[in-house]
């Protein structure tokens, strides 16, 4: 497994990792701090296949999160932290925000989206020595606010997650590929109503995943 025993974890992210955490509470393993999303579920899986309550799972997501919101932050929410592994989930609110909205000013690039991404995480790798990465893709389902408008420019995103992860030498969690697998058990509904923000199941699913790549992967 990726993780070991005494490591620090850390979800990063926008609000499909906020997940209504109470962002005052920055304990370690506490339910609230969490949230109620795959976030607090990846933790419990974690904890489960490493009792011992040594681990410490933090979230640092934020609702709303573009990766420049995330740069503006990066210190005092990630590099602060000092986190062993770090998960990032990051991009959707880039073209929702812009493109998907019919307001592209008030998304992020495609171009300054694979810049900014690179910086932050190459300045978490030149100061957390040992940093293990997990680059988890973003995803959106074919309902509620996802349209046409959505497209080409999400799928370019996805895939400079990709070469990002490659580049880095991150674990990199292909979640849009299992959420569309999982449109031949259930509507895309089942797994985000609006197409962005997952059900109960949709995170379950998120939070499993995760854990099985996690598991694969070597220290």
């Known amino acids: ?12 992210g926008d609000s499909i990792t906020d997940a209504g955490r109470a962002r005052d509470n920055q304990n370690a393993n506490d339910a609230a701090g969490l949230g109620r999303g795959y976030a607090f579920y990846a933790a419990g899986l974690l904890h489960e296949a490493l009792p011992g309550g040594k681990l410490a ?4 997501g934020i609702g709303g999160n573009r990766v420049t919101d995330l740069q503006q932050r990066w210190q005092v929410d990630t590099l602060d932290v000092k986190p062993n592994v770090l998960s990032v989930l990051i991009g959707v609110n880039d073209t929702w925000h812009g493109t ?3 307001v592209p000013e008030n998304g992020v690039s495609l171009d300054r989206y694979e810049l900014v991404y690179r910086q932050i995480l190459t300045e978490a790798k030149d100061q957390l020595p040992g940093l293990k990465l997990v680059l988890c893709e973003p995803f ?12 080409p420019e999400f799928t370019e995103r996805q895939e ?5 992860a490659h580049e880095f030498g991150a674990v990199f969690v292909p979640f849009q590929s299992v959420l569309d697998k999982a449109q031949g058990r259930a509507e895309p509904e089942a797994w985000a109503v609006d197409g962005v923000h ?4 949709g995170h379950m699913l998120l939070a499993k995943t995760w854990f099985e790549v996690i598991s694969a992967a070597r220290a």
């Open 198 to 201: 997952p059900t109960l199941a």
């Open 100 to 102: 998907g909205s019919g």
């Open 160 to 164: 400079m997650v990709k070469k990002l």
């Open 1 to 12: 497994m990726l993780i070991q025993a005494k490591d620090v974890v850390l979800f990063q």
């Open 57 to 60: 799972v933090h979230n640092r």
């Open 140 to 151: 959106i389902l074919p309902c509620g606010a996802v349209n046409d408008l959505w497209f």
